[in-house]
């Protein structure tokens, strides 16, 4: 590029009580402090307007003392001013201005920066010439498990405080790096194999359970918390306005007299380690202050309490009937006034898994969600309106925080209109749905009009995670236990890619059944119709591309190994597994999808529930008999059809689902009628197995 030409410098030197974040640049809507330039530390606040963005500062102390006034200088003007007009010549990628997340990372990157300088004894930024640049690029290239994406993003970081300078009021004449000059490529590390998408999609094994008790939760529990929630608040409000009489004293001596005449528990709670008793709800049972019990306490008669309590906890159980039950069972015996925070918190949880999960829209966007925004419907579908924020700019090309309304609205599902009802009895009126204040459950505090943020969010997963395991214990249903995920914690981003493999690979078991993913995959994608920035059907094609070239490595592996096959579409299926080599691995993006899913000769479809392939072909499917589609319904796999194929691995199947149903129709308990279809059943899936012993071929054999 050619030399920069010569930029207007801000005019005046900021001083110590300048704002750091000038008004022009604050957000709508933002009425709080605003750092001044000389303060140790510049919340990045009033530049966010999105609720559910993290709220990051810039802390200046974690500078090295030699250029902390350098930098400081040079991003007051990233923050304030736009980039160069000359700067952006030729630079479509480029914006004039990045959001406040990007923003706080870049500092993070010139701190690194300083960091080095400073290790070399350098005078600080300004002798940062292009030469040292370069060094720089080079030690970052060298350093273990450096990836040409962060070295990229570095590298613009370092590219941006050079191209601010030019514009600052005291600028350095620090020269446009150079790989500005020359092209970044050469200043990169080596290009490593690239595997999948990073973001590990959410085991079956483990996101199975986390999805049925997030429902139960919503659908089965959310009352009764509710109301427990509701209780307890009454007696929380009882307690503290209750006052100090003679007549309130008296009746807290003789409600603790009469349970310790009988060494019976006292209501008490856990604080720090400590068993304490509960005065707050002693004090609304009996009508006294809590006050009163403390002063009591103190007193030479009652001085002994504390350790009675530690020996003799008991509960403070709410007057609240338990309605939700699982398979009949009563979820839980009590609901205690101690526990009810805690259950709201994981109800919030569990709606936020749900509403995640179940709609495919990004994390960002379920947190700017309100009340409202999913209206009843007079007739159809329910529908969710929201803001979106990626790809959201303003009128000049630049992110814009505040992102902006849906044009088409997301399609609701049942499961999630049903959280969306029960966060509107959680949160006040027009109110964020998860907002931050109103999901504390602890004390009352006012809205800063923040929602919960992603790392609070995943430790609430693993609070709910542990709770769920804990009460599948408890009601004798092991099974039910959520099992860890292999691939670590679940963070927030996971659920989107989540639902894109599940539906892709429609697994059975906990997670659901092939149908419940066809019907969910048509919704899903009828909210995003129109919408191809939203992405989903992009993930959906690259998982369900995915899933189709691992069953066709896996199936051509196997034929090599001397597997056989069987079925009408046995030939089409060994014939789509040969081209497996070419392309298995390297599905990363959606023109690698589509030119997978494009090819009726690579249309194989493994289904486990039904325990066979269908190799698929529109004129032949006996799922359609009506409309032909591009996909088979797998819920609907009929035994005559002309898509059907079976590998040894599935006749093995068959044989030992024959056993187990005939097991379960010799049990004692099976009634008669049902033990018959059940051994009808597995007698079908013996005869199954019988023909493709009979008919299987090897690949040799099937090879003209």
Partial sequence: ??????????????????????????????????????????????????????????????????????????????????????????????????????????????????????????????????????????????????SRSMMTKTLSALTRLCAFDTISPAPLGLGLPPWDREGIDDHLPVQASRGENTTEPIAPATMGPLLVWALRMVDDFADDILKAWQESNRLTARATTNPATPASKAALKRYLEDLTSRGAPVPSRQMLGKTLICARYVAAVTGCSPVQINALASTQRWQNLGEYVRRHPGPCPLAVPITGRVEGTPWTTALDYTEAGTLMRHLGTACFIVIAYLTGMRPGE??????????????????????????????EGNHNSAGELRDVPWVAIPPVVAAVRVLERMVPTGGLLFDSAAHTFQHVRTSDGTSLGYEGLRARTDDFVHWASATARQLGRPHEQIPDDPHGGIAVARFRRSLAWHIARRPGGLVALAIQYGHLRTSISAGYASRSRDGIHELLDIETARATADTLTTLNEDLAGGTGISGPAARRAVQAAAHSPAFAGSIRTPRQARDILDNPALAVYDNPHSLLMCVYQRDRALCHRTVPTDSPSLDRCQPACANIARTDDHAHQLLRRATSLDEQARSQAVPGPLSERLSRRAARLRAQAHDHARDRTTLQESTP
Wanted: glycine share 10%; with cysteine.
């Fill in 1 to 146: 590029m050619s030399a920069p030409s010569p930029a207007r410098p801000h005019p005046i030197l900021p001083r110590a009580d300048t704002p750091a974040i000038v008004p022009e640049r604050v957000v709508d809507g933002y009425s709080g402090p605003v750092a001044a330039y000389g303060a140790a530390v510049w919340p990045l606040e009033p530049l966010i307007a999105n609720p559910g963005a993290d709220r990051r500062s810039v802390h200046w102390a974690g500078f090295p003392p030699r250029s902390r006034e350098e930098f400081r200088l040079i991003a007051w003007v990233m923050i304030n001013q736009a980039l160069p007009d000359w700067f952006l010549v030729g630079r479509s990628a480029w914006h004039s201005r990045i959001g406040a997340s990007v923003l706080y990372a870049t500092v993070l990157e010139w701190r690194n920066l300083a960091y080095w300088l400073d290790g070399r004894g350098d005078g600080g930024l300004a002798t940062c010439t292009p030469t040292v640049m370069s060094q720089y690029a080079r030690h970052l290239a060298a350093r273990p498990g450096a």
């Fill in 366 to 395: 379920v947190m700017a969600l309100r009340t409202g925004c999913c209206p009843d419907p007079p007739s159809g579908r329910h529908l969710i309106h929201g803001r979106v924020f990626k790809g959201s700019s303003d009128e």
